[in-house]
């Protein structure tokens, strides 16, 4: 069975930083796709970033370039998205996810599973 177990979402003050993680079971870690999504109350569900299976390519939403830092660990089966000065605007609950295609993909329906989704609010 997989699952994601995403997790690190909190209150934090606008400028803070913050690091969510997240942990997969149940697959072959290294030959998968994963990407971090969020979605505001309201608002439908938007892309933030992905990384390739062997960290060669990432992909970010234009908003949080140069803010934001997506990075894995094959041998921890686990995705990381340090956030750093945290606006308002980014408060939402952030879902990582997993693909099993080879190109990295910004579309929210390739991507197979998903995890539960934790919440970050950005305080101003």
């Known amino acids: 069975q997989v699952q994601l177990r995403d997790s690190g979402g909190q209150l934090v003050q606008a400028g803070g930083s913050l690091r969510l993680s997240c942990t997969a079971s149940g697959l072959t870690f290294s030959n998968y796709v994963m990407g971090w999504f969020r979605q505001a109350p309201g608002k439908e569900r938007e892309f933030v970033a992905a990384?390739?299976?062997?960290?060669?390519?990432?992909v970010y939403l234009d908003s949080v370039k140069g803010r934001f830092t997506i990075s894995r660990d094959n041998a921890k089966n686990t995705v990381y998205l340090q956030m750093i000065s945290l606006k308002p605007e980014d408060t939402a609950v952030y879902f990582c996810?997993?693909?099993?295609?080879?190109?990295?993909?910004?579309?929210?329906?390739?991507?197979?599973?998903w995890g539960q989704g934790t919440q970050v609010t950005v305080s101003s």
């Open positions: 996810a997993a693909d099993s295609s080879y190109v990295v993909v910004r579309t929210e329906r390739v991507y197979d599973y």
């Open positions: 990384i390739s299976p062997q960290s060669l390519t990432k």
